[in-house]
């Protein structure tokens, strides 16, 4: 593993430590690296309306980009069995960087996927779409 998805591994499972998750007990933990090289975190947030919870990848994400940031290099997610990034977070993340290198794996370092973006969400709608 190199030094970069290290580090950002570390900064998704500190980030497990704020999940907010009394439904599914299920912790999830992000780090999006901006091309500038800032790295915001993510972890999921659960409701008790369940279809308003949201993903540790999109919690990342709208910090980013609430802060300014539109293109990102790199994330790391990880979860306690390397589950991967859900449909709606794939879609968010194309938004803005269809050609972002994702990783994910479990807590306990090991990788299950370490790939661009375009192989988790092949022909992926986006801002060409619409000439943007
Ligand atoms: N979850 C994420 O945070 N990211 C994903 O991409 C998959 C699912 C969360 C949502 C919910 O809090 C829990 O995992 C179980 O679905």
Do not use: W
């Amino acid at each position: 593993m190199d030094s970069a998805v290290e580090r950002l591994m570390q900064i998704a499972i500190d980030a497990t430590e704020h999940a907010y998750i009394p439904y599914s007990e299920y912790p999830v933990g992000a780090a999006l690296r901006a091309v500038d090289g800032v790295v915001f975190s993510g972890c999921n947030i659960e409701n008790a309306a369940y279809p308003s919870t949201i993903c540790a990848e999109r919690v990342a994400l709208v910090k980013a980009v609430s802060e300014g940031r539109r293109a990102f290099d790199l994330l790391v997610v990880v979860t306690r069995d390397g589950g991967s990034p859900c449909g709606t977070c794939r879609q968010m993340l194309y938004e803005f960087a269809p050609d972002l290198r994702v990783v994910f794996g479990d807590m306990n370092g090991q990788v299950m996927f370490d790939g661009p973006l375009s192989d988790l969400l092949p022909y992926g709608f986006g801002p060409s779409n619409l000439d943007k």
